[in-house]
Nanobody, 126 residues
Framework: QVQLVEGGGGLVQAGGSLRLSCAASGRTRSHNVMGWFRQAPGQEREFVAAGGWSGDFTYYADSVKGRFTMSRDNARNTIYLQMNSLKPEDTAVYYC???????????????????WGPGTQVTVSS
């Protein structure tokens, strides 16, 4: 298993920026994909971004494309989610996750991830 801890959440005004981090420890080599998901109150968890540990691909949800950027620091076993031009509808608990996939297209599916962080709250005020 991989242990994940997110950080960097908080309260920001619309149009502002935040950078989330996710530090991984444990059996990190057992996973080849990392993802970011979010869940707003009363809504289902939704895909935000995902990428391979080797950096061979990155996917974004249409709702965040052009505003969010996922990056990684392999030496630190840490991934980041840079969030710019934040909107009130981005308010949610953000989770990072680690998983293993055979096909890159499956990175958007939450069921391929078997390790999840506890989440970090992001609140965007209007």
């Amino acid at each position: 298993q991989v242990q994940l801890v997110e950080g960097g959440g908080g309260l920001v005004q619309a149009g502002g920026s935040l950078r989330l981090s996710c530090a991984a420890s444990g059996r990190t080599r057992s996973h080849n994909v990392m993802g970011w998901f979010r869940q707003a109150p009363g809504q289902e968890r939704e895909f935000v971004a995902a990428g391979g540990w080797s950096g061979d691909f990155t996917y974004y949800a249409d709702s965040v494309k052009g505003r969010f950027t996922m990056s990684r620091d392999n030496a630190r076993n840490t991934i980041y989610l840079q969030m710019n031009s934040l909107k009130p509808e981005d308010t949610a608990v953000y989770y990072c996750a680690a998983g293993a996939i055979l096909f890159n297209r499956d990175a958007r599916r939450s069921d391929v991830y078997n390790s999840w962080g506890p989440g970090t709250q992001v609140t965007v005020s209007s």
